[in-house]
């Protein structure tokens, strides 16, 4: 029973970030991201960070969720970075201040970027934390702050409002404030803690360790919490948030797998895992989603004795339809009842499965048809040559993009085909 847990268990894709040890690079995720998915029931499978693993994420196959958390900066020219209105010298101040976060990494930006666009058009239940909420604003067409102490602590008139974001000197304990926002899955999860401040206030006090942040949200999402300057502290898509169905899109900047009380492993406050919870909920659903619409797609179609006599009628015609292509009707003296059976069965509407169907259509199954099928085969030849040289002159990410939507449109076709076949049960 054991050695089948992986095929139960829903997989739960997390994408590495790259350090270096002993003078070689070695790529790792924090123990408390991996100790939460497995502990509500999932299994999480390391995308290692390495050349070349954007473009295998085919073979990361089945992905029931995805869940993305910390690293460096994102690409800026990802997000069209030219509207912060930074100069060069407070860049590069950026980077003396930041050093270990502002090196870019770009083949981690195409991993992740990929990986949420395909959560995005598959509706895959993901969970972004801190940077992997910025990847998810990004891949919807939002942009983020290069440095908020730049471009929002130092313009806020009112001190009480400016906030510190990162404090390099109390990396861990560090907290601010965040105001929740009433009627969102966070106020939900948090809603015991909220009832307990002072006055009624909806807030509660998280943990921080960034330099960036959302600027422009993308417009499919609704943030769940703001801190004092005005930054906001989590989002999600409300359209897409029903853990029991399957669907989950969020981001937290917060992290709260790491919201632990000093020399401790309890939680600040009893909703921090649930973020974690809820995800893992909507992984489970979505995978049992999956599996039941790949058992209807692969359930062979039953046949009564009528309809199968009618099936081994129409297999003999398309063979004998294909003799007569291959070498000529002089040679085979057929009857043409024989091949009319195929058209007669096609004129039904009654099919045999999509495959034969495919197939009789394709070859024609009469005689008179043959000639219609060679010029179509020699179009689709002429087609064929065209797309290659276009296809070409296309870069890898064009193609990444052409091959995405390919898949969307497979995904499509098999949830109609799906609700096709269960309409002709």
């Known amino acids: 029973m054991s050695s089948d847990l992986s095929v139960i268990l829903p997989r739960v894709l997390i994408v590495s970030r790259r350090t270096v040890r002993k003078n070689k690079f070695v790529d790792f995720v924090g123990e ?14 390391i995308v290692p960070r390495v050349t070349g693993v954007h ?40 980077r003396r201040l930041h050093a270990s976060d502002t090196s870019i990494d770009k083949e981690k930006d195409s991993i992740e970027l990929r990986l949420a666009k395909l959560c995005l058009e598959r509706n895959i239940p993901y969970l972004g934390i801190c940077r992997g909420s910025q990847v998810l604003n990004v891949a919807c067409g939002g942009t983020l702050y290069q440095d908020i102490e730049k471009e929002v602590t130092s313009k806020c008139l009112n001190k009480s409002q400016r906030v510190k974001h990162i404090d ?47 600027q422009r949200l993308a417009q499919r999402f609704v943030p769940m919490a703001f801190a004092p300057d005005g930054l906001i502290e989590g989002f999600y898509d409300p359209d897409a948030y029903n853990p029991e169905e399957g669907k989950f899109i969020m981001g937290l900047q917060f992290h709260p797998e790491r919201m632990r009380k ?20 909507a992984v489970i659903a979505y995978q049992k989603k999956l599996n039941a619409a790949t058992t209807i797609e692969n359930k062979p179609l039953k046949l009564n004795k009528e309809m199968e006599d009618k099936r081994k009628v129409i297999v003999r015609s398309f063979s004998l339809a294909k003799n007569l292509y291959d070498a000529g009707r002089g040679m085979h003296p057929f009857n043409d009842s024989e091949l009319e059976a195929g058209a007669e069965f096609l004129e039904s509407n009654t099919a045999l499965s999509v495959q034969q169907e495919k197939r009789l259509k394709q070859m024609g199954a009469t005689v008179r048809n043959g000639g219609s099928y060679m010029e179509k085969l020699k179009m689709n030849e002429e087609r064929e040559k065209m797309a290659r040289k276009l296809m070409a002159k296309m870069s890898v990410a064009q193609l990444s993009e052409l091959l995405s939507f390919y898949h969307t449109m497979e995904q499509i076709c098999s949830e109609v085909l799906e609700k096709n076949i269960q309409n002709s049960l």
């Not at 002072?198 to 960036?212: A, D, T």
């Open 32 to 45: 408390y991201h991996l100790d939460l998915i497995v502990n509500y029931g999932a299994v999480p499978v």
């Open 168 to 214: 390099y000197d109390d990396y861990d304990g560090h907290r601010h404030e965040v105001k929740v926002v009433e009627n969102t899955p966070l106020h939900q999860w948090f809603k015991e803690s909220l009832e307990e401040e002072e006055g009624g206030m909806m807030k509660i006090r998280v943990n921080s360790y960034h330099h960036q942040g959302v």
């Open 262 to 281: 000093s020399d401790s492993d309890d939680f600040d406050y009893p909703g921090c895992p649930f973020a974690y919870k809820e995800f893992v909920k």
């Open 55 to 94: 473009m295998l994420l085919d073979s990361f196959e089945p992905i029931h969720g995805v869940l993305l958390c910390e690293g460096e900066d994102i690409d800026p020219s990802l997000y069209g970075s030219e509207a912060s209105g930074l100069s060069q010298e407070e860049l590069e101040e950026i």
